[in-house]
């Protein structure tokens, strides 16, 4: 189950709008979900880190703290982070949903893989990166590309599981010392359409 006793981050990818992108409806058969989130406060900070499966089992969760210049920098200091981990404890080519609070990020990245998907075309994505950023938008953008597939849902501070994490590392160290875990969530079944669509099923007979 997820951290806090909040929704799992599959639920929360589900009802979470990702700029640049419509939903698909396979969304729910992602492999991982990672919510991540950085912190600034005077100079000083911290980096949280949540992983799941798409089945709710927790594949990491990270607390630590950090030295960063202003909030853009720690959003993009942790999903890079993030990223590291995720790559590191999973299978490679895997489909994630990421969740951060950040929208410019969130729409980065998604522009980025939408510009991925299809290379020989003029983007009319601008993305716009904050100069501090670079080293870690490069980061970001090379383990992106060792993924199958990356969404990015923008959700709020208050319900990111991420938050708590980044923003009390010395209060939740301990999460660190969890033990490491590479699991795979469970193979997707497929389930037949049996039901025809109200349009049909409401029908009479004779129409």
């Known amino acids: 189950m997820a951290a806090y006793g909040r929704p799992s981050l599959r639920d929360l990818f589900d009802d979470s709008p990702t700029p640049h992108i419509a939903?698909?409806?396979q969304t729910h058969h992602r492999d991982f979900y990672l919510a991540t989130d950085g912190s600034f406060h005077g100079g000083e900070g911290g980096l949280g880190v949540v992983i799941e499966t798409r089945d709710g089992e927790c594949v990491a969760r990270l607390s630590v703290p950090d030295v960063v210049?202003?909030?853009n920098v720690a959003e993009y200091?942790?999903?890079h982070f993030g990223l590291?981990?995720?790559a590191a404890r999973t299978p490679p080519y895997s489909r994630?949903?990421?969740l951060v609070d950040h929208d410019e990020l969130a729409a980065n990245v998604n522009a980025t893989m939408l510009d991925l998907d299809a290379p020989c075309v003029e983007s009319p994505h601008r993305t716009e990166i904050p100069p501090a950023t670079t080293n870690h938008?490069?980061?970001i953008q090379a383990r992106i590309r060792g993924f199958h597939e990356i969404r990015v849902a923008?959700?709020?501070s208050d319900v990111n599981p991420a938050h708590p994490l980044a923003n009390a590392p010395e209060k939740y160290a301990h999460v660190n010392d969890e033990r490491e875990q590479c699991l795979r969530p469970d193979p997707?079944?497929?389930v037949g359409e049996r039901v025809p669509p109200p349009s049909r099923s409401d029908r009479p007979a004779d129409d």
């Open 23 to 25: 939903h698909p409806p």
């Open 84 to 86: 590291d981990v995720l």
């Open 96 to 98: 994630v949903g990421v």
């Open 77 to 79: 200091r942790a999903l």
């Open 188 to 190: 997707v079944t497929a």
């Open 69 to 71: 210049p202003d909030n």
């Open 137 to 139: 938008w490069r980061g």
């Open 154 to 156: 923008r959700i709020e």
